[in-house]
């Protein structure tokens, strides 16, 4: 009875390869977000997605893209993997704006 | 840019005491404010929330307070206990937009 489920917890990939991220919620909420977290613990908003319409798209490289084939699923695909794309990526849903529901992250390595 | 930030990056306490976190942030137009609780290993967690026309909240145990004068936000903790160790984000909005995440400061309790 997860809220926010994501897979897989860990990837651990080559440079250059392409890997996608999956995120469920099943909390009925209109809105999913991306976010990526540094080593440093830092959380940034990189996509927000409402009825499965982009609404939100930061300043992220588009080897990013985002898929949202129905309210309850935001996947994340990220081609060409760099080393910089190591990180922590948590997918969240709220009923608005607001209070936001996080999964339990997915930790990214690349070698 | 990152418009939230917090004073300290590390809290120590002892079991027992009152914790108190604190958060600046610069965009006089956010009217919403939320702590977060990230356990290692773990998505951020909601804890309590303030709007723009509150200056507290209370919730069980902790406390949300709002100076908008000074632009400044802080999250007590009563009787901190060590499953209360972990990392405590702010985060802020404007009018419904997306959050902005402060640097997160990690509370350690002792017993």
């Known amino acids: 009875d997860t809220a926010v489920s994501q897979t897989p917890k860990y990837l651990v990939t080559q440079m250059g390869n392409d890997k996608s991220i999956k995120c469920e919620q099943n909390?009925?909420?209109?809105?999913m977000y991306w976010y990526k977290q540094d080593s440093k613990k830092f959380l940034k908003i990189m996509f927000s997605?409402?009825?499965?319409?982009?609404?939100i798209n930061e300043t992220v490289p588009n080897r990013f893209s985002p898929k949202s084939p129905d309210k309850a699923h935001l996947n994340l695909h990220i081609n060409s993997l760099e080393l910089g794309d190591s990180a922590v990526y948590f997918c969240a849903s709220s009923p608005h704006y607001n209070e936001q529901f996080f999964g339990p992250g997915t930790r990214l390595t690349v070698l | 840019g990152e418009s939230v930030g917090l004073h300290l990056p590390t809290l120590s306490v002892q079991e027992g005491d009152n914790s108190i976190i604190n958060c600046a942030y610069s965009?006089?137009?956010?009217?919403?404010f939320i702590w977060y609780k990230q356990e290692s290993g773990k998505g951020p967690q909601f804890i309590i929330d303030i709007r723009s026309n509150m200056d507290k909240r209370q919730g069980q145990r902790v406390t949300v307070l709002l100076n908008k004068t000074v632009k400044h936000l802080s999250l007590q903790i009563a009787a901190t206990q060590p499953g209360d160790s972990a990392v405590y984000f702010c985060a802020e909005t404007e009018a419904g937009t997306a959050l902005i995440f402060g640097k997160g400061t990690t509370l350690s309790v002792s017993s």
């Open positions: 909390l009925g909420h209109d809105t």
């Open positions: 965009n006089s137009a956010s009217d919403y």
């Open positions: 997605y409402n009825n499965k319409e982009l609404i």
